[in-house]
């Protein structure tokens, strides 16, 4: 999702003292200028072009997660999608997504890049708390694509992120393409939303920053309602940076609230009147949070204890294609930036030698956890079908009676 393309977009360039979009931390995942340099000269052979995969980044680069542990980052505001679920109104059960999505962004003060997943890499959560349970797989190398699916008493969150890139040497500018899909379990409605646009300017002249911007779209297609949400494009020196306006229509077309905020604060929602006015009185959907952060490569708490944990008695339970087992992750955790390098070097290739041994036998790859099949609405939906959760449920049995 977003984080991880804004993620990406930080990574490929680093940062200095200038990068504005730094909300907190103290710079501690600052990059040196001499690197950053290094990495411009690296690029400048690749403007106009979508870089996603076109290279191989130093490992200096990147901070110790993959991008499907990234996708799972947004779970960490399921309290808003649970009570988007609990709603008896269609139109606020939409307020609370826009919401959602808005917050989203918050999260937004990283510097370094995730690692890209490896072909049949996957990334598992169950929630401490018993309240859902994520599961992503990387479906493909190139273009790449990852998927996850969300299992919660409330409601069903399917994710897709394809991530592409254009580099145009003073500017790079991230899409993600696929649809997500959430699922009511109350109501039984299917709501699908899409992406936004992510811009980094000044990437070798002037000062370094990101812009986010375009509609984002929050469709009831139960019932036809829909939330439009207005990203603003920052204008000069600023001007409506983080802005987000919005309005959750009926079937009709007709407004019946009306949303305002910056995604790097608060969410209001207003009620609109017969009139067509906006109510006086408004309700906070959603606000920032307040809390510090004291991880050296600034990971909220959330992500401490859900995302990058791991012990002993969990290595017994995850699969050996868990996101948290990587090598050269844990070896740039751990600080080891050369073993990380060598290692990153030994997935990729390993990789590379995987997909000519598939090449030279004729064989396409097959996914193991999520299956593409075609859908008369959406053209194509990656659906679970595999036996991940039955499969993990006998690790943890052997796990126990060990």
């Not at 909300?23 to 995942?29: A, F, H």
């Not at 918050?106 to 169950?126: C, D, H, M, Q, Y």
């Not at 000069?236 to 987000?244: H, K, M, P, S, T």
């Not at 002993?312 to 390098?341: M, Q």
Request: charged residues 25%; aromatic residues 10%.
């Amino acid at each position: 999702m977003f984080s991880g393309a804004l993620n990406y977009m930080k990574g490929l360039v680093g940062t200095n003292e200038n990068l504005q979009v730094e909300e907190s931390g103290d710079n501690k995942g600052d990059i040196e200028p001499e690197q950053r340099k290094g990495l411009l000269k690296q690029l400048s052979s690749y403007v106009g072009k979508d870089i996603t995969s076109l290279i191989s980044l130093p490992v200096w680069i990147f901070e110790p997660v993959s991008f499907l542990q990234v996708m799972s980052e947004p779970l960490q505001y399921n309290a808003l999608l649970s009570k988007a679920s609990k709603q008896d109104s269609e139109f606020l059960c939409l307020a609370y997504l826009a919401a959602f999505n808005c917050a989203l962004y918050s999260t937004a003060v990283r510097t370094r890049k995730p690692f890209n997943p490896i072909l049949g890499e996957t990334f598992e959560i169950v929630d401490k708390k018993g309240e859902f349970r994520f599961l992503a797989e990387q479906v493909s190398h190139h273009p790449p694509i990852g998927v996850s699916e969300t299992i919660s008493e409330d409601y069903t969150l399917q994710l897709e992120t394809l991530l592409k890139s254009k580099f145009y040497g003073n500017s790079s500018e991230v899409e993600i393409d696929g649809t997500n899909h959430f699922f009511n379990k109350k109501t039984n409605h299917h709501y699908t939303w899409n992406h936004l646009v992510t811009c980094c300017h000044n990437i070798i002249i002037g000062s370094l920053w990101l812009d986010h911007y375009g509609d984002l779209v929050i469709e009831n297609h139960t019932t036809g309602s829909k939330a439009v949400l207005k990203f603003a494009k920052s204008g000069w020196l600023g001007a409506g940076r983080y802005g987000v306006t919005g309005e959750i229509m009926d079937c009709e077309g007709d407004v019946r609230y009306r949303i305002t905020g910056k995604w790097n604060e608060s969410i209001q929602l207003f009620q609109v009147m017969d009139n067509g006015s906006s109510s006086t009185t408004s309700t906070c959907l959603w606000e920032a949070s307040k809390e510090p952060i004291n991880n050296k490569f600034l990971f909220p708490r959330w992500v401490e204890e859900n995302v990058i944990d791991l012990n002993d008695e969990y290595k017994k339970i995850l699969p050996i294609t868990d996101s948290r087992l990587r090598a050269d992750r844990i070896a740039l955790e751990e600080g080891n930036l050369d073993l990380a390098a060598k290692e990153k070097h030994n997935l990729e290739e390993k990789q590379r030698e995987d997909k000519r041994q598939r090449v030279a036998e004729n064989k396409e790859w097959e996914t193991a956890q999520f299956k593409k099949v075609d859908d008369a609405k959406f053209g194509y939906r990656w659906n679970y079908s595999g036996k991940y959760w039955e499969e993990r449920e006998e690790r943890v049995k052997a796990a126990a009676s060990n």
